[in-house]
């Protein structure tokens, strides 16, 4: 099985090489793809150097699945391409999510909504996708009212160079910046660009990606979306609205048994998610539970996943590995 990996020397790229290294998907020629800049260099997957080359030869190669990791843009222009001859696209960008056409997809929640008919599928946004792996498993049990989300969210999701000003910053040289402002010792209210309403894309992609990927546009979700000097994760804050009563203790059981979710709420012992300790493992990892006691129903949590392993590279291998497995390719 021929797979391509297309924006292999990126952030995301890059962690997607590690991941597919890691698992089991029955690859027999790797293809990376970056831009025309990068063709002719080499990488390494599985202690062997391959050769990344242009999008044209990757399309003439008529790669099984094409993994894509190289933003909306490209993906506008070459997933159609690339499905044309037959190959299973799996894009990381926002080009496709909300494209009624396609499927958005969380292997956990809905992977069965994928037929052979599907050639170009959608993975979600990073934070959308460790909020519907605890949102999912509540919403059958309680019946979600609404939800309100505010994130934390690593600089690793803003790619390279957001890394390399932070880092810079933190050793006082002055970088080119990034982000409109200093990211270190700072927090900005500010991930991706503002729309005409106020709100930023990422908010947007997480008031709106969750509905689909559930399947239920029953429940309201509102979100402010942070970016804050931390490498290596995303948090959540979520308050969610129940339109029926719930018990903790069953909450607590739920989440704990909920396929790529660690349950981690021990306060008297400080145990609770944290980015620092989520950074490269492929769980959900989700704590500090607790009733809301300004209203009945409601609930408090607290949210962390790494954004480039869950919440990219690993949720987009497992689509692929759920094609496999289902003869889908």
């Keep these: 099985m021929k797979v391509a990996v297309v924006g292999a020397t990126g952030m995301v790229g890059q962690v997607m090489l590690r991941v597919l290294e890691e698992r089991n998907l029955p ?8 831009s025309e800049r990068s063709v002719g260099n080499k990488i390494k997957y599985k202690d062997k150097e391959f050769t990344i080359v242009s999008m044209d030869d990757a399309i003439a190669a008529k790669p099984e699945i094409a993994v894509f990791s190289a933003g909306g843009n490209t993906s506008l222009e070459f ?8 190959t299973v696209v799996i894009d990381n960008s926002s080009a496709w999510r909300m494209d009624p056409t396609k499927k958005l997809v969380v292997p956990e929640i809905n992977a069965n909504v ?3 008919e599907d050639k170009i599928i959608a993975n979600p946004n990073c934070s959308t996708i460790q909020l519907v792996m605890v949102l999912h498993p509540l919403n059958q049990k309680y019946d979600i009212k609404r939800v309100v989300v505010s994130t934390y969210q690593s600089v690793t999701g803003t790619g390279k160079a957001a890394v390399d000003q932070l880092n810079s910053e933190i050793k006082g ?10 990211i270190f010792k700072n927090a900005l209210p500010h ?12 908010e947007i992609k997480l008031m709106k990606e969750p509905k689909k990927i559930m399947g239920d546009d029953t429940f309201n979700l509102t979100a402010t979306a942070v970016r804050v000097p931390v490498q290596g994760g995303h948090s959540e804050s979520v308050n969610i609205e129940f339109e029926n009563e719930f018990d903790l203790d ?18 008297k012992n400080n145990v609770y998610p944290m980015p620092l300790y989520s950074e490269g493992k492929d769980d959900v990892f989700v704590g500090r539970i607790r009733r809301d006691l300004s209203q009945p129903k409601t609930l408090n949590l607290w949210i962390v996943a790494d954004n480039l392993r869950k919440g990219a590279a690993t949720n987009a291998v497992q ?4 094609l496999v497995a289902n003869n889908l390719v």
């Design 250 to 267: 069953e909450v607590r059981k739920i989440l704990s048994e909920t396929p790529g979710v660690t349950l981690q709420d021990d306060v």
């Design 114 to 116: 994928l037929t052979k």
């Design 191 to 202: 991930c991706d660009v503002f729309s005409d309403d106020d709100y930023t894309k990422e």
């Design 27 to 34: 690859i027999t020629e790797l293809i990376p793809v970056a």
């Design 79 to 86: 997933a159609p391409k690339f499905a044309e001859v037959g």
């Design 319 to 322: 689509i692929a590995e759920y």
């Design 173 to 182: 040289e002055s970088p080119e910046k990034v982000y409109p402002y200093q």
